[in-house]
């Protein structure tokens, strides 16, 4: 599958290289230039146990690139990840900035339907803001997802290439089988795919006990998480 991730921080860089590991072909795309042009010449801006050698050897097999080209990132993907960085506002909250001004880099690149993944850590609601940031730039239809993560450093790579949960919330059974498909690889060994409503997957990165307690798991999952408030399925924005 062709997959952009948008921020090459400390999550961004971490699952761009495992999804490439597993065959993806992957793009990561940054507005600092100096970050990119490091990463090009395989060096990374943090240290993560088996990180180097995932990014090392996908871009040399050409499974992974590096890109300041944010636009051109999201047109040639089929799944965009959202993974920038929300550092705490003056008030103490999550500051969104940079997560929806990608929002509106992806509507203004819409060139076909794409399901947007929120993998920054973000406050419940942001999925809909992020929905109708993009609605504003386009009139494709896309699908909107919440995939929180649960890296722990110096285990994130094993974290994302073991996982012993994936949360994601959906918002029709179309992203739902995408998903399904990106992360099969993730969870070939039983350990569960969990699918829900979007705001109940923002909410488990706050409580991560939430997620596997709800106990559905593969395809009964996508077919139990329909229609919540902010699954309305595949957005065709207002003109």
Sequence with gaps: MKVAVVGTGYVGLV???CLAETGNDVVCADVDAAKIKNL???KL????PGLEPLVVRNQREGRLTFTTDVGAAVERSEIVFIAVGTPPDEDGSADLQHVLAVATTIGKHMNASKVVVT????PVGTATKVRAQIARETTTPFHVCSNPEFLKEGAAVDDFMKPDRVVVG???????KVIEE???PFVRTGNPLIMMDIPSAEMTKYAPRCGAASGRTGASARH???PAP???GPVSPRM
């Design 182 to 184: 990106l992360y099969a």
């Design 15 to 17: 699952v761009g290289a």
């Design 45 to 48: 801006p943090i240290y993560e």
């Design 40 to 42: 090009k010449a395989n």
């Design 224 to 226: 139990s998480c329909f």
């Design 170 to 176: 959906v918002d029709s059974p179309e992203a739902a």
């Design 230 to 232: 902010d699954t309305a």
């Design 119 to 122: 993998k920054s850590t973000v």
